[in-house]
């Protein structure tokens, strides 16, 4: 689906990212549950396997702190994710403001005006 003009296209993509940054909280809260029943669930196979068999109980603890350092990683790089899509959803409202010619919110530009200026 191609837009027309400018204002389209940005509404357009603005929608798509909203879509994206549902979807990106919604893994963060899945991800968030599953670190702590992995880690949970570390500390308790241990607990509990522990009386018969050492080896075996820090053989599967490391297992499964291996799949928490997993998911980790992985929130990070959903949190990193959702990080830059709400940076571009704050950059297509700002073009659409702009569109429609609303420059009071924008920065003036000061800072970077010369001091001899």
Request: aromatic content about 14%; proline content about 3%; hydrophobic content about 45%.
């Amino acid at each position: 689906m191609t837009a027309e003009n400018p204002k389209e296209s940005y509404l357009l993509r603005l929608e798509n990212l909203k879509k994206d940054l549902k979807k990106l909280q919604h893994n963060k809260r899945t991800l968030t549950w599953k670190r702590l029943f992995s880690f949970l669930s570390a500390i308790l196979v241990t607990w509990f396997l522990f009386p018969y068999s050492a080896l075996f109980a820090i053989t599967v603890c490391f297992l499964l702190l291996a799949v928490f350092v997993y998911f980790v990683f992985k929130d990070l790089n959903n949190s990193n994710a959702i990080d830059n899509t709400s940076l571009l959803i704050s950059i297509n409202k700002n073009e659409l403001k702009a569109s429609d010619h609303q420059f009071l919110d924008f920065p003036d530009g000061i800072e970077c005006k010369p001091t001899l200026h």
